[in-house]
């Protein structure tokens, strides 16, 4: 398996279960999609939230599957329902329709379409995910919550570098210099402490790390 970002803006992510795990995958796809989710009965997560989800109380059948993914014309199957013939149901029908699947109560071998979700931390815009090629989904947890510390400030530290390296070329600075400056930046304990206390005090610390480079 190979990890892709996909963009699901303007997409719909059709869910069957609406229990603990499709509630929790609903929820993740809400912050860009739009989300239905189809179930006899909703997880309080779901039915609580003034959320952008859309529940459709309705237990399809496998047939029944086949005209949701139709109609619905998602982007993304999620196959959370607790009855494995439906999972495949909904998994076949979406693989017929040529759209993506994720089929939560399995693990292992994956065929062409099928997709994992990842365990994932988000510092806006840095996002890292993380999978056990479905082998541990409670290893990525864990090491999820780890990662969670340990990049703690990279979303102001990619904002402040994304700056900087525009800047840079903006100066025509030659690329090798730009390049050097950039990564010492990104590197730099100094400039991340300095994050910490605000956007001002890391760039006038990341100013000197780049003319240091610059001035060689
Ligand atoms: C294959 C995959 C398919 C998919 O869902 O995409 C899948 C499958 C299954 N999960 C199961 C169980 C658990 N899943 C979690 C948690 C998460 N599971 C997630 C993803 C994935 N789970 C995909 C592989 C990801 C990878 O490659 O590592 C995460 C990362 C993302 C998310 O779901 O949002 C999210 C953590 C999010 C976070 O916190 O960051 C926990 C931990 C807990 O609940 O505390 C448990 C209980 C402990 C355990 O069993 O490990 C079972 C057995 C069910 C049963 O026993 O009946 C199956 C089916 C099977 O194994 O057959
Ligand atoms: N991928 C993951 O991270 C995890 C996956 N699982 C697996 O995911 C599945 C769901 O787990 P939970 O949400 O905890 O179970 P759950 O029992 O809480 O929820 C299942 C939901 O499916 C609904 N449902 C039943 N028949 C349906 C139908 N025909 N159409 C639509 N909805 C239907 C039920 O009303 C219920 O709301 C289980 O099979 C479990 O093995 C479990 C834990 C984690």
């Known amino acids: 398996m190979i990890p892709l970002y996909h963009d ?3 997409e ?18 809400a912050d860009e999609a739009r989300v239905v989710v189809v179930s ?3 997880d309080e997560r779901l039915a609580g939230a003034a959320s952008d989800v859309e ?15 139709d109609r619905a014309a998602p982007g993304l199957v999620v196959a959370a329902t607790n009855d494995a013939a439906v999972n495949a149901a909904a998994e076949a029908a979406a693989l017929d329709a040529g759209v993506l699947v994720n089929r939560t109560d399995v693990s292992g071998a994956r065929t062409a379409g099928s997709v994992v979700v990842p365990a994932t931390v988000d510092d806006d815009p840095v996002r890292v995910a993380l999978s056990t090629g479905g082998a541990s989904p409670a290893l990525s947890k864990a090491l999820r919550e780890r990662i969670e510390a340990e990049i703690s400030g990279a979303g102001a530290m990619a904002d402040l570098s994304g700056a900087l390296r525009q800047e840079l070329k903006d100066r025509d600075i ?6 050097e400056a950039i990564r010492r930046v990104v590197r730099s304990e100094g400039v991340w402490k300095a994050l910490q206390k605000g956007r001002s005090y890391g760039r006038q610390e990341a100013d000197s790390v780049i003319e240091e480079v610059l001035n060689r």
């Open 8 to 10: 699901l803006t303007g």
């Open 40 to 42: 006899p009965a909703f």
């Open 12 to 29: 719909t992510v059709l869910v069957f279960g609406g229990g603990a795990v499709g509630a929790r995958k609903a929820l993740r796809f």
């Open 174 to 179: 030659p690329p090798a210099e730009r390049r």
């Open 55 to 69: 529940l459709v109380r309705a237990a399809p059948d496998a047939d029944g599957v086949r005209d949701w993914i």
